[in-house]
T-cell receptor, first 116, second 109 residues
Framework: EAGVAQSPRYKIIEKRQSVAFWCNPI?????LYWYQQILGQGPKLLIQ????????DSQLPKDRFSAERLKGVDSTLKIQPAKLEDSAVYLC??????????????FGPGTRLTVT | DAKTTQPNSMESNEEEPVHLPCNHS???????IHWYRQLPSQGPEYVIH???SNVNNRMASLAIAEDRKSSTLILHRATLRDAAVYYC??????????FGDGTTLTVKP
């Protein structure tokens, strides 16, 4: 079974530039998550999709971050414009179901973003 | 969101058991306890989960206190490949879970 795919793996941009990350979840997984992980901290949930609907985006900085999940499969996360504090690893995860609390999240390798 | 508390770091000797504690005093009756670990430069990976009873799988064991306010992840024989950050999180019925900063496990040869 193929895992969660993310691209690019690394990205370096200057502040005020735009950047986009792509995620392809495990086939059949209805739920997709985007996390931000700053060095030395645990992952912080930015947005959670159930199929192509948003379940939770309470911690997404909506003035600069946006995300979409077209057709309930692939997803893109965009930052426009980037700030220095956006330097982090952006992790995508997927799970089969989210009801009942027993769901296991499968994580991709992440995209390391450096904003200079 | 229900929160968990873990020690920042722990050390273990290779081939010895490791007990990683987690406190979750505000856990609700339907929250599941999940453990993930994150190896360097990788995304987190699932380790184990449980609700009330102790659980075992090929990677580890999970011991859950009777009042469910704490749990312990047990690695029976630590290897150098077990050096990672271990996260204890609560997964709610509504599909929400929050990661803390985890415990960094160092395994000494």
């Amino acid at each position: 079974e193929a895992g969660v795919a993310q691209s690019p793996r690394y990205k370096i941009i200057e502040k005020r530039q735009s950047v986009a990350f792509w995620c392809n979840p495990i086939s059949g997984h209805a739920t997709l998550y985007w996390y931000q992980q700053i060095l030395g901290q645990g992952p912080k949930l930015l947005i959670q999709f159930q199929n192509n609907g948003v379940v939770d985006d309470s911690q997404l900085p909506k003035d600069r971050f946006s995300a979409e999940r077209l057709k309930g499969v692939d997803s893109t996360l965009k930052i426009q414009p980037a700030k220095l504090e956006d330097s982090a690893v952006y992790l995508c995860a997927s799970s089969l179901v989210t009801t009942g609390g027993t769901y296991e999240q499968y994580f991709g390798p992440g995209t390391r973003l450096t904003v200079t | 969101d229900a929160k968990t508390t873990q020690p920042n770091s722990m050390e273990s000797n290779e081939e010895e058991p490791v007990h990683l504690p987690c406190n979750h005093s505000t856990i609700s009756g339907t929250d599941y306890i999940h453990w993930y670990r994150q190896l360097p430069s990788q995304g987190p990976e699932y380790v184990i989960h449980g609700l009330t009873s102790n659980v075992n799988n090929r990677m580890a064991s999970l011991a859950i206190a009777e009042d469910r306010k704490s749990s312990t992840l047990i690695l029976h024989r630590a290897t150098l490949r077990d050096a990672a950050v271990y996260y204890c999180i609560l997964s709610t019925n509504a599909g929400k879970s929050t990661f803390g900063d985890g415990t960094t496990l160092t395994v000494k040869p």
